[in-house]
């Protein structure tokens, strides 16, 4: 069965460093997503990107964060400069369709120090 | 906004006992509706989805859930839970065809399954 596939799955950094989160999209799918989930609490909504560019944003997904599909395969989520609050779980979700099945990876958790 | 409302943080179930978790919504138009499994240390698992028609649907692993306009929620059930089913249920709620794919989650249900 075809996948979200998700890289690092595990990372941690110092406070102020740059993290980039990589996902693999299934084949064809057009839309992509990233989520997040902090321990404990529920998975919120952090971006949508179609077509090479973001579609809507959260509150959340601030100047901090960038998203972009530099090779046409991996869908990535940097962040600029981490602080101890952007430690969580990062999710990836596609879809081959507008209201389509949202298929999540398994995620990236992310710890800040 | 829209929002979801699980109002149990935390449920314990006998295995082959029958199972609801609950899920309240609030949105302003006819929501899209779906409930995740995650399992620990999984990704999200989409157990099932309402979007029109029989209000009633039924997903995978045997869940089944309702959509109950009137009440506004969702809940999800199985008849008889197995101890592979312990795991973290949410429930979330999305748009018409633009929107459907952002989703607002709820907080989640912990299920855990005694032998």
């Known amino acids: 069965e075809p996948e979200v596939t998700q890289t690092p799955s595990h990372q941690v950094t110092q406070m102020g460093q740059e993290v980039i989160l990589r996902c693999v999209p299934i084949?064809?799918?057009?839309?992509f997503y990233w989520y997040r989930q902090i321990l404990g609490q529920k998975v919120e909504f952090l971006v949508s990107f179609y077509n090479n560019e973001i579609s809507e944003k959260s509150e959340i997904f601030d100047d901090q964060f960038s998203v972009e599909r530099p090779d046409g395969s991996n869908f990535t989520l940097k962040i600029r400069s981490t602080k101890l609050e952007d430690s969580a779980m990062y999710f990836c979700?596609?879809?081959?369709?507008?209201?389509?099945?949202?298929?999540f990876g398994e995620g990236s958790r992310l710890t800040v120090l | 906004a829209q929002s979801v409302t699980q109002p149990d943080i935390h449920i314990t179930v006998s295995e082959g006992a029958s199972l609801e978790l609950r899920c309240n919504y609030s949105?302003?138009?006819?929501?899209?509706l779906f409930w995740y499994v995650q399992s620990p240390g999984q990704g999200l698992q989409l157990l099932l989805k309402?979007?029109?028609?029989?209000?009633l649907v039924q997903g995978i692993k045997g869940f089944e859930a309702e959509f109950k306009r009137s009440q506004s929620s969702f809940n999800l059930r199985k008849p008889s839970v197995h101890w592979s089913d312990a795991a973290e249920y949410f429930c979330?709620?999305?748009?018409?065809?633009?929107?459907?794919?952002?989703?607002?989650f709820g907080t989640g249900t912990r299920l855990q399954v005694t032998l």
């Open positions: 309402y979007f029109s028609g029989d209000t």
């Open positions: 979330a709620v999305g748009g018409p065809t633009g929107t459907a794919s952002k989703l607002t």
């Open positions: 084949s064809n799918h057009l839309y």
């Open positions: 949105y302003g138009a006819t929501p899209y």
């Open positions: 979700a596609t879809t081959d369709r507008l209201g389509g099945e949202l298929f």
